[in-house]
């Protein structure tokens, strides 16, 4: 089934500090999502990507959409302490009405 | 901002005995699905429901979970008979088929 890898799997950084994590597969999907997950709560739909190249911004965050549709990253610029949490990237498995797919995620932790 | 709701937030339980999770999905989405996350691990999909009645389901939704919207409003999930490995965060969502979805802040279930 389709699979999504994200890297790294956890990193710690200095507050203030950029950040950039990414997602890649080895089939083609046609809409890329990037979730938070804080402790204790459901994802949040932070970003989502519609079209190869696509290039998005939510503030601090930026996400593209790989040209190739297999892969897509997201930076956090400046990070603040209230960036902790688990950042998923997902997919639909099919075109359509479909679920997700989801990577394991990257746990991030700022330090102050 | 409408949200997905869902009760209770945690439910511990003995092995073998009947559990029904609840959604109230968000009022003007179609499509509803439930979803799990075993500790530490990736959100991975359970089942999506449309016009009254299941449209996917994986591998994981067997003979002893079912779903149901009894009303316009609730759309629940029952595990008829639970195991110590049903242990997991159950998230509701409601969306559209395009993808990018909203979540619940899930229920814990703790299985005994």
């Known amino acids: 089934g389709q699979q999504l890898n994200q890297s790294p799997q956890s990193m710690f950084i200095q507050e203030g500090e950029d950040v950039s994590m990414n997602c890649t597969s080895s089939?083609?999907?046609?809409?890329w999502l990037w979730y938070k997950q804080d402790p204790g709560e459901g994802p949040v739909l932070l970003i989502a990507?519609?079209?190869?190249?696509e290039l998005t911004s939510n503030g601090r965050l930026t996400a593209q959409f790989g040209i190739t549709r297999k892969d897509s990253f997201l930076n956090i610029s400046a990070s603040i302490p209230s960036d902790v949490g688990i950042y998923f990237c997902a997919g639909p498995r099919n075109s359509g009405n479909t679920p997700l797919v989801f990577g394991k995620g990257t746990r991030l932790s700022v330090i102050a | 901002e409408p949200e997905v709701t869902q009760t209770p937030s945690h439910q511990v339980t003995q092995m073998g005995q009947e559990v029904i999770l609840r959604c109230v999905p968000i009022s003007n989405h179609l499509y509803f699905y439930w979803y799990r996350q075993i500790l530490g691990q990736k959100v991975e999909f359970l089942v999506s429901?449309?016009?009254?009645?299941?449209?996917?389901k994986s591998e994981i939704f067997d003979d002893q979970f079912s779903v149901e919207r009894p009303d316009g409003s609730n759309f629940t999930l029952k595990i008829r008979s639970t195991k110590l490995e049903d242990s997991a965060m159950y998230f509701c969502?409601?969306?559209?088929?395009?993808?990018?979805?909203?979540f619940g802040s899930g229920t814990r279930l703790t299985v005994v």
């Open positions: 429901f449309y016009n009254n009645e299941i449209s996917e």
């Open positions: 990507l519609y079209k190869a190249g």
């Open positions: 089939s083609i999907f046609n809409t």
């Open positions: 969502a409601s969306g559209y088929p395009s993808g990018g979805y909203t």
